[in-house]
């Protein structure tokens, strides 16, 4: 049978439409799909929960693919050894407590077994706004990236969550949102972002894990936007804290939504 160039446009934007309209509205939302976002996701699916993801870029896996510095191996701690063990990816034993990957095999092994598991990603798609009410944060306004690069004059749309999470890394793009616009006070020492600090791995390791929680009723960090919100230091090529703070999110949200 001759392949039909017009049945294949249908499907796409059948089941395109049906997937989007079936995750306008959901348990939770995440904002970014690097390791953090995306670990958090995989977890939050997997208890059951309906949970869409929304990357800007046309890949999702953010900045794990490179390493450190172009070297496309990343390091994990022995605690988040088990993160990647759950995902099925192989890990090497370099020194005492010091784990590593191949940074390859992580994106695409984390990303597989998380669609696998229930969680919905949207690509190319830019959160540029929230949606609040009575100082919760209740939803994301999205558009296409391709929208925002060619800086096009048109209006977005909006998704409803009854929980949102910001992993867009050190951008922090969501709360910054939150923080420049929706008068809502922080649940930092502040009430404003407190900002990241320069490298110390170890205790930017320790602090993303801290620091990874609720940040405004409706709203939770993980990652190191987690860092860049609550303050402490950047650590690098060394990927432990993403994995365990997207899980320790995800385990929090579980038992709240
Ligand atoms: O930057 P990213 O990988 O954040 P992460 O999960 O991991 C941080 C590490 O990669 C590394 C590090 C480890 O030691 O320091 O930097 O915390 O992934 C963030 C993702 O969010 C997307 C962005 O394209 C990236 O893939 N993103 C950022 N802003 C938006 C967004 C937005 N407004 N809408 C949609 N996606």
Partial sequence: MRIDEIKVSKAILTTFQKKFLDFLDVDAAIVGGGPAGMVCGYYLAKAGKRVALFERKLSVGGGMWGGGMMFNEIVVQHQAKAVLDEFGIRT?????????????????????????????????????????????????????????????????????????????GHAAEVVRIVERKSGIRLKTKTGKMMGEGSMCAHEGELATLRNSKEVCDGLSVCGMCANAVFGGPRMGPIFGGMLLSGRKVAQELIKKI
């Fill in 92 to 168: 090497e034993l370099f020194e005492e407590n010091c784990y590593t990957a191949d940074a390859v095999e992580c994106v695409s092994g984390i990303c597989f077994k998380a669609v696998q598991a229930g969680l919905k990603v949207f690509n190319l798609m830019s959160v540029e706004d929230v949606m609040a009410r009575n100082k919760k944060i209740r939803g994301l306004v999205l558009n296409w990236t391709a929208v925002e690069m060619a800086n096009l004059h048109v209006d977005p749309m909006t998704m409803r969550a009854k929980h949102v999470v910001d992993a867009t």
